[in-house]
């Protein structure tokens, strides 16, 4: 399915979802509560089947975090850029490490880095840093006196 | 015996292995929970080498961040800077010379080869032979040694700049390269005479540490350790760059998923890469080797992903600008780290001497994983 035809589908299956011009592929903005329902039509949808999640990714914009999930078909060879906005002070949202197995390790990896919560993730601990770290160093306001982590 | 000491309530012993072992080629630490010799649990424990560099590259300008990734994962080291040269390249919308592209996928093949030879050396010393790691290492030296006469270093190359190469190949290099070729070539049989045909290695990995294609797609895995298990995932052929668009190759895919399939997949794409570099190594275009491009760079507001096929799978850099001198954000998908969550998933069951076995044929490199 090509960038035109996946935005028609896309917009029969998801009528709340924004779509983000610019970039090589579809990207759509949603809202983090309907993740989870949004995750499985995804990836069963006939037509759709996003079988393979090869990146999250966590972006702190200082005033609120987005999630960013890179998705593609191994069957269709179409991709797809989810993204949802999450609250600064309170960054939770839906796991989907029950639908991607792999998301099991890159929520941890973005729990432990951002201090987002994945809602419902059977394992939620630090992946990375020790268990007794205290802060989330890639956030923006993060700065620690004793590592240097900027150049 | 084995019940007595440092058991479960369920009369399973939790075993340590790592952060410091031979078998894990790095820092890499698994708790594991067993059951007698059967394993029923692990869980890897990663971060020993975590350095942040994600962090460090929201300080760095886009020429700088690129050497960062050569420390990531330090066998495929081309192949990362690559990925991220091509990134901003993208951003900037910059047409790199064709000289500089063959050159780049030349380097790349040749970076290929290196990464499978260690890993075939190490895997072989994994399962107790020494002498196959001498053999491989006698080969992957004259790599090493191509490298540095052109790229000036042996492991962290750091040869590629966005707008193509930093300088020009040496005069030897396409003499050396072919060079090498016939060298590979000659004692390529004697690998297999030595380690693939050996009985005992055969039974050591068939049907040990078993992926299904359905769970390599659930894991997210790539490289050699999916394609061992049927899933065609070479970004060389999917999503071609660069000179991949005219080379004629065969993505090499084997469907048991075991570790014999993994291992046979890695060992035949050695095949692969020399046909590659045969077929470009005369045909590298005249001209320049570098664009021109501002001394500053800046990628405009948006957002760039690319991704790259390195020996251990598909390597992908995400730059979120702002329109900056340093990206905003940058997210490195690393290989290893997706194939190494499928490991408790294929070791479960199996013997604790199989994960060795297992192991190996993932060919994890820690520092990719930890970044």
Redesign the interface.
């Known amino acids: 399915m090509n960038n035109e035809e996946l935005k028609i589908k896309i917009t029969e299956s998801f009528p709340r979802a924004i779509f983000e011009e610019g970039g090589e592929w579809v990207n759509i903005f949603i809202d983090a509560s309907e993740w989870k329902s949004v995750a499985t039509t995804l990836r069963y949808e006939p037509g759709l089947v996003f079988d393979f999640l090869f990146c999250v990714t966590c972006i702190d914009w200082k005033t609120d975090f987005t999630m960013v999930y890179h998705l593609t078909s191994t069957i269709h060879r179409h991709t797809i850029v989810v993204k949802a906005r999450l609250d600064h002070v309170l960054p939770e949202i839906e796991t989907v490490s029950d639908l991607w197995r792999t998301a099991d390790f890159h929520e941890r990896e973005q729990y432990d880095l951002f201090g987002v919560i994945f809602l419902h993730h059977p394992d939620l601990r630090r992946l990375l840093l020790t268990d007794d770290f205290v802060g989330y160093p890639l956030r923006k306001d993060f700065e620690d006196p004793v590592n240097m982590i900027r150049l | 015996m084995l019940e007595e000491i440092g058991t479960t309530d369920e009369g399973n012993m939790i075993i340590n292995i790592g952060p410091q072992h031979p078998a894990t080629h790095g820092v890499l630490h698994l708790v594991m929970t067993l059951n007698g010799e059967t394993i029923i649990k692990t869980e890897p424990h ?2 020993y080498i ?1 350095r ?1 560099i ?3 590259c929201e ?2 300008s886009y020429r700088q961040f690129i050497y960062v990734t050569s420390r990531m994962d330090y066998l495929s080291s081309h192949i990362n800077n690559h990925g991220c040269a091509l990134c901003v390249e993208k951003g900037l919308q910059i047409e790199v010379p064709e000289r500089a592209q063959v050159i780049r996928v030349i380097l790349d093949e040749l970076t290929r080869i290196a990464s499978h030879e260690l890993w075939w050396g190490a895997m072989a010393m994994d399962l107790g032979a020494f002498t196959p790691f001498f053999h491989a290492f006698r080969e992957r030296e004259t790599i090493t040694s191509i490298m540095e006469e052109t790229c000036g270093a042996r492991l962290t190359m750091n040869y590629i700049v966005p707008g193509g190469i930093m300088m020009d190949i040496h005069p030897d290099f396409q003499k050396r390269v072919k060079e090498f070729i016939l060298l590979f070539k000659s004692k390529f049989d004697e690998y297999n005479q030595l380690v693939t045909g050996n009985i005992i290695f055969q039974n050591r990995m068939k049907g040990v540490g078993i992926l299904s294609r359905e ?1 390599a ?4 895995c ?1 490289g050699p350790t999916g394609r061992g298990s049927g ?3 070479d970004i060389r052929k ?1 999503y071609p760059y660069e000179a991949y668009k005219k080379v004629e190759f065969e993505e090499v895919l084997e469907t048991a998923g075991d570790s014999f399939s993994r291992y046979m997949v890695r060992v035949n794409e050695m095949l692969q890469s020399i046909r590659i570099i045969e077929q470009l190594i005369d045909n590298i275009p005249e001209g320049e080797f570098l664009a021109k491009t501002k001394a500053v760079l800046k990628l405009p507001k ?4 690319q991704r790259v096929e390195t020996a251990r799978g ?1 390597f ?1 850099v ?1 730059i ?1 600008s702002e329109g900056g001198t340093t990206p ?2 940058i ?1 490195f ?1 690393s290989p290893g ?2 194939n ?3 490991l408790s ?1 294929m070791v479960k069951g199996g013997k604790l001497g199989d994960l060795v076995a297992t192991m190996g044929t993932l060919d994890l490199v820690i520092p990719d994983i ?1 970044r």
């Not at chain 2, 797609?217 to 997210?220: H, V, Y």
């Not at chain 2, 948006?302 to 992903?305: A, D, K, P, R």
């Open positions: 990663l971060g975590h942040s994600e962090k460090m300080s760095l769970d797609i659930s894991f997210g790539t899933l065609e995932c999917l948006g957002e760039f992903y598909e992908g995400y979120v905003y954000r997210k998908r780290f997706s190494l969550s499928a998933h930890d």
